[in-house]
T-cell receptor, first 116, second 114 residues
Framework: AQKITQTQPGMFVQEKEAVTLDCTYDTSDPSYGLFWYKQPSSGEMIFLIYQGSYDQQNATEGRYSLNFQKARKSANLVISASQLGDSAMYFCAMREDMDSSYKLIFGSGTRLLVRP | DTAVSQTPKYLVTQMGNDKSIKCEQNLGHDTMYWYKQDSKKFLKIMFSYNNKELIINETVPNRFSPKSPDKAHLNLHINSLELGDSAVYFC???FGTGGYYEQYFGPGTRLTVT
């Protein structure tokens, strides 16, 4: 069963505006973590932000913030003041704990295009 | 300085060949991973090593064999390449296995099997 869902395959946003990329997850573990990664056209995966399930506050990193709604099992990424360089694929991922390690389960991604 | 590096960046080969992808990290991490990203951009873990020990082995054909000579290196060898192996392969690394630290990814290796 898919555990991370990104329902927006593609999105547009006007430069300097804010945009929200949706991510919902499914887990029965009380302890988990949620990550967002950016993949520009050059192909590398860039870590953006992390939210732990026990974190009391929503994570923020510069222009990135994570709107974490635990009861709804959603972890949406908010990018404020969009820039042209924000055009990329964005992946939500969830940490799945295993016996002696963990792995990341990735969503299908959202392609964001920032319009000038 | 490159944190996680992979060689080669591009690999074009014919079906049936054997090829290797190398990965090195200079971050002092003790856990390394291989991921496969298919043509639809779906990213899935293949293997994970912690201190040279295999700790995650997803349902990957045994034609794929990872090798970790030391904590800083994790190589991926693929035997008898098939068309379906065409993908981008990412190496990643992190501190420990606790999952509280982000994984740092290499630039990826685009493998094309013809």
């Amino acid at each position: 069963a898919q555990k991370i869902t990104q329902t927006q395959p593609g999105m547009f946003v006007q430069e300097k505006e804010a945009v929200t990329l949706d991510c919902t997850y499914d887990t029965s573990d009380p302890s988990y973590g949620l990550f967002w990664y950016k993949q520009p056209s050059s192909g590398e995966m860039i870590f953006l932000i992390y939210q732990g399930s026990y974190d009391q506050q929503n994570a923020t990193e510069g222009r990135y913030s994570l709107n974490f709604q635990k009861a709804r099992k959603s972890a949406n990424l908010v990018i404020s003041a969009s820039q042209l360089g924000d055009s990329a694929m964005y992946f939500c991922a969830m940490r799945e704990d295993m016996d002696s390690s963990y792995k990341l389960i990735f969503g299908s991604g959202t392609r964001l295009l920032v319009r000038p | 300085d490159t944190a996680v590096s992979q060689t080669p960046k591009y690999l074009v080969t014919q079906m049936g060949n054997d090829k290797s992808i190398k990965c090195e990290q200079n971050l002092g991490h003790d856990t390394m991973y291989w991921y496969k990203q298919d043509s639809k951009k779906f990213l899935k873990i293949m293997f994970s090593y912690n201190n040279k020990e295999l700790i995650i082995n997803e349902t990957v054909p045994n034609r794929f064999s990872p090798k970790s000579p030391d904590k800083a290196h994790l190589n991926l060898h693929i035997n008898s390449l098939e068309l379906g192996d065409s993908a981008v392969y990412f190496c990643a690394s992190s501190f420990g296995t606790g999952g509280y630290y982000e994984q740092y990814f290499g630039p990826g290796t685009r493998l094309t099997v013809t």
